[in-house]
């Protein structure tokens, strides 16, 4: 089972990219900030991390561990992992039609 | 620019600054803010505000070495006693109290829009499609053919240019009670005067038929027939006008893009039967 970033609305985006950030291992807000950053996510307003940090939260999609001094890291879960693999194959199966339409001249 | 944006975080609501509070302070604390982070961090505020549910009781991951507060018997609420004051609020998704709350960001949310849209409203030029083109309106023939009367001097609103088209010689005689019918002018024969009044830009209405005057009736300010601002009103010239010409089809064109500036108030060059002082009443 997994859930959908769908109904999100303004916030299924940001939370996409977290998911993303945190498929490479726990990391805080600041981190998760940055590194959506370098994979060339747009650059999220603090109050948007963390509106989409809370849902994602409240959904189960990722965890809280313990804070170190201030910075709370977030871990995503297992239900978070099953969302992030079906949202990132729906889009891959996006990208693939998109592709293979371009590439066919003949409907042009 | 940080400083505000520390502000601001206490604009969220103590549930969610006992939850989130420390990491986004400290956040907030070592990044560079921007402006836009400020507005975000409001719409953040907002949106917490308007979801307190979201910043629920932690939630520690399993390998977390305190033991996670949810599972502990929660007490059953004791029901709350027929009298008196009620226990405390069952954790409704809506209480009243949040349903209040949203009812008030909704309205002042409408009311800004409002606000903003009025505004932009009022900012935005007003549509000219006509006004800054050549106008090819027709033979004067074609005119009488759409009204009849502007033969025999009744101005014909030509509305793409927002102008009366006067039949000069026939106009003169119907506002001297005459009966005079023109149906070929040449083009110093007709004037296109704009309906905007120079005062203050009223729409000026139609000739009135009691005595063939155009008056606004925004300030009663009052023309003749020709245009010409007779004594009555506060308008400082004449009607504007556009200038005419009569190309070699025999079609008359007005011309929007020049605007030929009223006579001035004190030299009416014509006299209709009425005094110079009334209006059209």
Redesign the interface.
Known sequence: MSDDLGDLGRFAEPSLLILVSLGAGPR???GI?ADVEDIGGARL???????A???L??R?LI?????ED???PY?ITALGVRTLRARLAGLDELVRTGLTRLDSPTEL | MNRL?RAILRLYPPT?RD??G???????A??R?RI??I???????I??RL?P????P????A????PPAAVLPVPAPAPPPAFGPAGPLPQATLTRRSFMRRMLGVGIGILSLEFLGGTLAFLWPPPAEGIGVEHRVGTPREIIGISPEWATGRPWEFRPARAFLVNVAAAKAMAMGEQLEVTDPAASGILALWRKCPHLGCMIPTACETRSRFQCLCHQSTYNIIGEKLQLGPAPRGMDRFPVRIDQDGFVIVDTRELIKGPPTGSVTFHDPYPIDVGCA
């Open positions: 805080h807000g600041y900030m307003g603090p109050g948007t991390l963390y509106a940090l809370a849902r939260e409240a189960g965890e809280s561990l313990p804070s201030r910075r709370r871990r | 944006a969610w939850r989130y420390p990491e986004l302070d400290d956040l907030v070592h990044r803010m836009r982070d507005a975000d961090l409001l719409a953040g505020a949106d917490a979801h549910q979201l910043a629920g932690m939630r520690l991951a390998a977390a070495q305190a």
